[in-house]
C-alpha cells in the first residue's frame, strides 16, 4: 500500500526544484485529500460568501458539512480500514482482480451505512429546512463514498489523477456553493458544494477501475475479514473517534450554538482547531515520500530475508537497520512538525487576523497546534504498529487517546474559556507517550515478534 510512495519519492528526487515541489504536492492530497478540501473550502466559502448571504444561512451550511465530516469518517472507518487491509494482502497475492468488485461492494456498504444513519437523523432531528435537509443527505452519501474510495489512493501509481480529482473538485465546489449561495442561500452552498465532493468521487472511482482493468467478481469476499480482523474493525472506529471527541464535548460548552434542531456547535473552537490541523500537511506529506518509503524497505529486506533462512547475523543486521531508519525518520519528523509547531504558536496573531479568525481564538489556535504536533508523532507510532501487525497493542493505545481527550476535555472545559483546548493538547502528549513507550519495546524485540507472538504456527 506503500506503492505510490515510491512514486512521488521518484519525482521528488529529481534533479530540480519542480519535481520536489510537484511530489510534495501530490502527496499532500494523497494522505489528507478529502480533510484537507474540506477545510479549505470551508474556509474559502466562508470567506467569499460572507457578502453573499446572511451570517444564518453561513452557519447552516457550516453545520452540515461538519456533521457530515465528522460522523461519516467515524461510521466508515470499521469499514475502511478492514477493506484496506484486504486489499493490501490482495495487492502482496499479485491477486488484485478482486479490486473491482470489492470497490463497488464497499461503495455499497457505505452508502447504507449512510442511510441507516443520516437517513434517521436528518429527517427527525435536525429541524432543517427540506431543501437544506436534502442537500445534507446527499453530502453525506458522498463524503461517506469518499471515504471507501480513499482506500485505493496510496496504491495507485496515477498520482496526478488523483491531484486533478481533488483540485477540480475542490474548485467546483466552492465556485458551485458561492454561486448557488447567492441564489438559494444555505440549500444552494450544500448543494453546489456536493458538486464538488461528486467529481471528486467519481473521478477517483473512474481511475481506480482503469488502473484495475478486471470484471466485476468476488463483491463481498472481503467480508470475512470481519471475522478475522475484528480488532482492527475496532481500531478504525476509535482511531477516528477519539479525533473527535473533544469537538463533541465542545458542542456542549457555554458558548455552543444550537443551530437547528439536535444540531450544535462551536464555530470558536472548531475553526480554530481545523486550521491547526492543517499544520500536520508538511510532515504528513514528508511522511508519505521519504519516512514509510525508506521505513518499508528496512521492512520489506527484514521479513524477506526470514522466509530465506537468513543467518542469525544478518537478521540482527536488518534489526539494526530498521531501528536506524526508524530513529532518522523520527528526527526528521520532530525537526518539520516541530519547526512548523513554532513559528505557528509565535506568528498566532497575524494568522488568525489573516484568514478571519477572532482574536479570542489565538489560544485555542496555539494549543491546537501543539496537539497537532503530539498528534502526527502519535500517527507515526500507530502506523509502524500497523507495520507489525500488533493490533491489540494499537486499539489500546486508540482506547487511551479516546478516552484522554474525553477525560482531558471535559475537564478544562468545566474551568472556562482560557482552559479551551488545553485537553486535546495534553491527551495527544499522554498517546503519544503511551504509544511510543509500545513501539520502542516491540522495535527492540522484534525478532521475538517475528518467530513467536506473530508467528501462527506457534500460538
Known amino acids: 500500500m506503500a506503492g505510490i510512495g515510491f512514486a512521488l519519492r521518484r519525482l521528488a528526487r529529481r534533479d530540480d526544484l519542480l519535481g520536489v515541489l510537484q511530489g510534495y504536492a501530490h ?37 452540515v458539512v461538519i456533521y457530515n465530516f465528522c460522523f461519516s469518517v467515524v ?18 497475492a499479485k491477486e488484485v482482480e478482486a479490486a473491482p468488485g470489492m470497490l463497488l461492494a464497499t461503495l455499497g456498504l457505505a452508502y447504507a451505512i449512510a442511510g441507516l444513519t443520516a437517513g434517521p437523523f436528518y429527517p427527525l432531528f435536525s429541524g432543517l429546512p427540506v431543501p437544506v435537509m436534502l442537500g445534507g443527505l446527499a453530502n453525506f452519501f458522498l463524503v461517506c463514498g469518499i471515504w471507501v474510495v480513499s482506500i ?8 496526478l489523477a488523483v491531484t486533478i480529482a481533488f483540485g477540480v473538485g475542490m474548485t467546483t465546489g466552492m465556485a458551485g456553493a458561492v454561486l448557488l449561495g447567492d441564489r438559494f442561500g444555505a440549500a444552494g452552498m450544500i448543494w453546489g458544494f456536493s458538486a464538488g465532493l461528486a467529481v471528486i468521487q467519481f473521478g477517483l472511482i473512474a481511475r481506480v477501475l482503469a488502473e484495475y482493468p478486471y470484471p ?82 528496512h521492512y520489506q529486506a527484514f521479513y ?30 520532530v525537526i518539520l512538525q516541530g519547526a512548523v509547531c513554532a513559528v505557528c504558536i509565535f506568528l498566532a496573531p497575524a494568522i488568525v487576523g489573516a484568514i478571519g479568525l477572532q482574536y479570542q481564538q489565538i489560544g485555542m489556535f496555539r494549543f491546537g497546534v501543539l496537539g497537532a504536533f503530539f498528534q502526527v508523532m502519535f500517527l507515526f507510532c500507530t502506523v509502524i504498529l500497523a507495520y507489525f501487525d500488533l493490533r491489540a497493542r494499537n486499539l489500546t493505545v486508540q482506547l487511551v487517546y479516546m478516552a484522554a481527550n474525553a477525560g482531558f476535555t471535559l475537564l478544562f472545559s468545566r474551568m472556562g474559556f482560557p482552559w479551551y ?22 522495535v527492540r524485540r522484534l525478532p521475538y515478534f517475528a518467530f513467536v507472538a506473530n508467528n501462527p504456527s506457534v500460538r
Open 27 to 63: 502527496s499532500a492530497f494523497i494522505t489528507s485529500g478529502p480533510w484537507m478540501f474540506t477545510i479549505l473550502a470551508l474556509a474559502g466559502i466562508t470567506l467569499f460568501g460572507r457578502d453573499l448571504v446572511g451570517p444564518e444561512q453561513l452557519t447552516l451550511f457550516r453545520v
Open 216 to 297: 466485476v467478481g468476488r463483491l463481498f469476499d472481503f467480508l470475512s475479514y470481519f471475522r478475522r480482523y475484528a480488532d482492527l474493525a475496532l481500531i478504525g472506529f476509535f482511531a477516528n473517534a477519539a479525533v473527535w471527541t473533544d469537538k463533541w464535548i465542545m458542542w456542549f460548552a457555554p458558548e455552543r450554538e444550537l443551530v437547528s434542531g439536535a444540531m450544535a456547535i462551536y464555530s470558536a473552537y472548531d475553526g480554530a482547531m481545523f486550521i491547526a490541523y492543517l499544520t500536520t500537511l508538511p510532515a504528513l506529506t514528508l511522511f508519505t515520500v521519504n519516512i514509510e518509503t525508506r521505513f518499508f524497505e
Open 75 to 92: 461510521f466508515t472507518g470499521p469499514l475502511v480500514l478492514v477493506a484496506t487491509r484486504y486489499l493490501a494482502d490482495a495487492i502482496y
Open 304 to 333: 524477506r530475508d526470514i522466509q530465506k533462512h537468513a543467518t542469525f547475523d544478518q537478521i540482527a543486521r536488518n534489526h539494526r537497520a530498521i531501528i536506524a531508519a526508524l530513529l532518522d525518520s523520527s528526527r526528521n519528523l
Open 421 to 442: 483546548g488545553y485537553g486535546y493538547f495534553l491527551s495527544s502528549l499522554l498517546a503519544f507517550a503511551v504509544a511510543y513507550l509500545m513501539v520502542a519495546d516491540a
Open 152 to 159: 485505493f489512493l496510496s496504491a495507485l501509481k496515477d498520482y
